[in-house]
């Protein structure tokens, strides 16, 4: 991140408002294609698909005038959604500090499945994980923050998601673990682990020399639902015990954990989900 970069003065509270009810605060004055009262009529607009929250098309001739004139397209975190969140970003460098639920899958093993195959075919593999992974995260309401090496990072703020977030996302890694193949009698076509945390992070935009802005979460919650998805073995969710209550899941038929994990001076308690055999 740029040294240079700064934050809006502003932008703590445009992003807490806009991340956990999903609208700019009335001092950030929304644009007026943004406002709800013309929804109604943005729904008329050919054609699907269009976002899930403002209904503006992205394909056809809706999706050509919506591009054109006012600049929304899918975005990039979530393509069933408008990028009107990149827009924030670039209007409001700075973020805030939220409760949300945070999702990482990471390929098992990936380096004897890289020895066993060319370059080329490795990459093949870990394109349809990153698509098979991506598509569920989407399908939840999820954002995916970044795809690297064997590892998809996914989030789930309460503005997008809504209250629910934390079930959200234990039900898109039950996706994404039958995605991969792990409920098929022949077993799983990639081996993926699952881990799954809720808890307050710094949800914001960051910049990169040369003026790029990408949105990023960050902080020790951030850290500890990684390293959750590091102790997950293959066709497992492992889910902290502050998303299982944020989740209100049943912990019955799920196995506890007291973990020790790499870098945290404190166990976590932990439950384990399997995919369905």
């Known amino acids: 991140m740029s040294s240079e970069s700064k ?3 502003r932008a703590e509270e445009v992003w807490r408002t806009y991340m956990t009810i999903g609208k700019l605060p009335a001092f950030a004055k929304p644009k007026w294609y943004e406002a709800k009262t013309i929804r109604r009529f943005v729904k008329l607009f050919p054609k699907d698909p269009r976002c899930k929250m403002c209904f503006y098309p992205f394909a056809g001739l809706g999706g050509t005038l919506a591009r054109t004139f006012l600049r929304l397209e899918a975005s990039r975190l979530n393509p069933n959604l408008c990028n009107i969140c990149e827009k924030v970003a670039q209007d409001y460098p700075g ?37 098979a992974t991506t ?20 989030f789930f703020v309460p503005g997008i998601a809504g209250p629910n977030h934390a079930r959200l996302a234990v ?4 996706a994404i673990l039958k ?16 881990g799954v945390h809720t808890g307050i992070a710094f949800v914001g935009s960051v910049t990169a ?19 959750l998805a590091s102790v997950a073995a293959p066709g497992e969710i492992v889910v ?38």
């Open 7 to 9: 934050q809006h003065p």
């Open 240 to 277: 902290s015990e502050a998303a299982r209550l944020a989740a209100a899941l049943d912990s019955s038929g799920m196995e506890a954990r007291h973990l020790e994990l790499k870098g945290r001076k404190e166990a976590v308690d932990a439950w384990v989900r399997r995919a369905a055999g």
């Open 95 to 131: 973020g805030a500090e939220i409760e949300l639920s945070m999702l990482f899958a990471d390929v098992r093993g990936s380096t004897p499945l890289a020895e066993r195959m060319s370059p080329a075919e490795f990459s093949r593999l870990i394109d349809r994980f990153y698509s």
């Open 209 to 227: 020399e040369g003026g790029a802005n990408d949105i990023a979460i960050l902080g020790d919650n951030v850290n500890a639902a990684a390293r």
């Open 135 to 154: 598509k569920a995260l989407f399908q939840k309401n999820g954002l995916v923050e970044k795809l690297i090496g064997d590892a998809v990072t996914g």
């Open 171 to 174: 039900e898109a890694g039950e």
């Open 179 to 194: 995605a991969t193949g792990h409920q098929d009698p022949g077993g799983p076509w990639i081996p993926v682990g699952v």
